[in-house]
T-cell receptor, first 111, second 114 residues
């Protein structure tokens, strides 16, 4: 157990639907990052939150949004889902630069 | 923009042998971190080794060591005495000091032959 908890582990949904992925960071970590790993691709940075505030944004689609709550857990919302959104979505947390811990990911399948 | 390139999509090595995975990166920064992450079939991202760019000494963690060539922007991973449990996807990654996000290469799938 890395200390970063992601739920659910697997998610199957239909095109056009909306889903929410949840991440609980390691205790005390203020930063949360979301990454997308598509088939045969490396991890693509989506967005970062630090203590409730958005800090950095990567190639995140407008259909995707995220937030970090006062208890520091984060949610990634994916809407109007398309087949191409099928991927492994990782959350990572960090107390400081270069000290990242990844969750085990959520496997999203859009059918 | 910073990029990380892993030119070997797949590699195989005999158990107990040594294998080297290649990684090059492009950056104009002088201060940054480099990482190797392992992703086994369980899909968990596991940190193998980390190198700070200002440190000339190559990082080592047990059977894992790196060859960091800053001028050449090269960061290869050497695995000695390969074990079956080393079979995984290996990602090279970069993080500049001014950012928190990590930039990953596309990975090298390593097979260990018994």
């Amino acid at each position: 157990d890395s200390g970063v908890t992601q739920t659910p582990k697997h998610l199957i949904t239909a095109t056009g639907q909306r889903v929410t992925l949840r991440c609980s960071p390691r205790s005390g970590d203020l930063s949360v990052y979301w990454y997308q790993q598509s088939l045969d691709q490396g991890l693509q940075f989506l967005i970062q939150y630090y203590n409730g505030e958005e800090r950095a944004k990567g190639n995140i689609l407008e259909r995707f949004s995220a937030q970090q709550f006062p208890d520091l857990h984060s949610e990634l919302n994916l809407s109007s889902l398309e087949l191409g959104d099928s991927a492994l979505y990782f959350c990572a947390s960090s107390p400081s630069r270069a000290d990242y811990t990844f969750g085990s990911g959520t496997r999203l399948t859009v059918v | 923009a910073q990029t990380v390139t892993q030119s070997q999509p797949e590699m195989s090595v005999q158990e107990a042998e040594t294998v080297t995975l290649s990684c090059t990166y492009d950056t104009s920064e002088s201060d940054y971190y480099l990482f190797w992450y392992k992703q086994p079939p369980s899909r968990q991202m596991i940190l193998v080794i980390r190198q700070e760019a200002y440190k000339q000494q190559n990082a080592t963690e047990n059977r894992f060591s790196v060859n960091f060539q800053k001028a050449a922007k090269s960061f290869s991973l050497k695995i000695s005495d390969s074990q079956l449990g080393d079979a995984a996807m290996y990602f090279c990654a970069y993080n500049r000091y001014r950012d928190d996000k990590i930039i990953f290469g596309k990975g090298t799938r390593l097979h260990i032959l018994p």
